[in-house]
């Protein structure tokens, strides 16, 4: 059931700072009932569905600068997953396969019974758990910038410096209660670390990075929402090592920035799928969608084609 309420202020399209041009004329804030969440997402455009799931510790609003371009060719769905930002911030549930019930439950509710995906970063598991999961649900996968834990490798403790500035929260979010302790009053210096190092030369906007940091320390639950999908991870891996026996037969498409995971995420997807196309994105680190849009809108264009038409 589709809530009939739009959110406003801080969080929806509305209280989204630097849109690109006439976004507000195409897209839209809706709360969406799913039953057991309340799901927001901002939704616009027409053609056959794509839904877009952010990565960590970004929202929806990670997708802007894509978003009005797609709307030509497609109904595009970006989603706040569940515990980030205007959706619902239970306590469990944070495992990928009941995420990727959310995300089918979401597209049940908006009437789109198949639908291309793009998951970066967490969303990138989420997305492949949906895949694997749900095979009748999805056209086409599209993944960037992220590995699948208890598919591919676990990287070392030891790492270059470089790497373990990059790396060193996957271990730090899991914690049960400490991080949140440490980063309340400090998200600035948590967080702002965590776009600097996993940007490469490149560096996000300062004022999309202080809109990331604002909105998860406006609330205690938004900063626990967000170490959810890491506590949960010991759940996800051993969804993985089963879900890895069903190779995905889809198309998928595996983006990585080139100052970032480069080939692996096309060597990650190749672990799990039978048909994977690499593209490596000049000029970017980690956060493609936001450093590389104009070469990331080029690869969803080329390889969504066939789903569009």
Known sequence: MTSPSTPEGPGSVSGAPNLPAGFTDTFTSRYIDTGDLRQHAVTGGDGPPLLLVHGWPQTWYAWRMLMPALARDFSVIA???????????PQDGYDTGTLANDMVALMD??????????????????????????????????????????????????????????????????????????VTGREDIFLGAEFDASAGTNKLPDDAVRYYIDTLASDPDH???SFEFYRAIPATIAQNEQRKQRRLTLPVLAIGGAESSGEGVGNTMKLAADDVQTVV?????????????????????????PYRD
């Open 223 to 225: 900063l626990r929402g």
């Open 109 to 182: 509710a908006l009437g789109h019974q198949r639908f291309a995906l793009y998951g970066t970063d967490v969303g990138m598991p989420i997305a492949y758990a949906l895949a694997a999961d749900h095979p009748d649900r999805l056209d086409r996968l599209v993944v960037s910038e992220a590995p699948l834990p208890g598919v591919s490798p676990s990287p070392p403790l030891f790492l270059p410096p470089l790497l373990n500035a990059r790396l060193w929260h996957l271990a730090f979010n899991q914690l049960p209660k400490v991080n949140e302790q440490l």
């Open 79 to 89: 989603v706040d997953q569940r515990g980030i930002g205007l959706s619902g911030k």
């Open 281 to 305: 994105l000049t000029g970017s680190g980690h956060w493609v969608a936001e450093q590389a849009p104009e070469q990331l809108l080029a690869a969803l264009t080329a390889f969504l084609a």
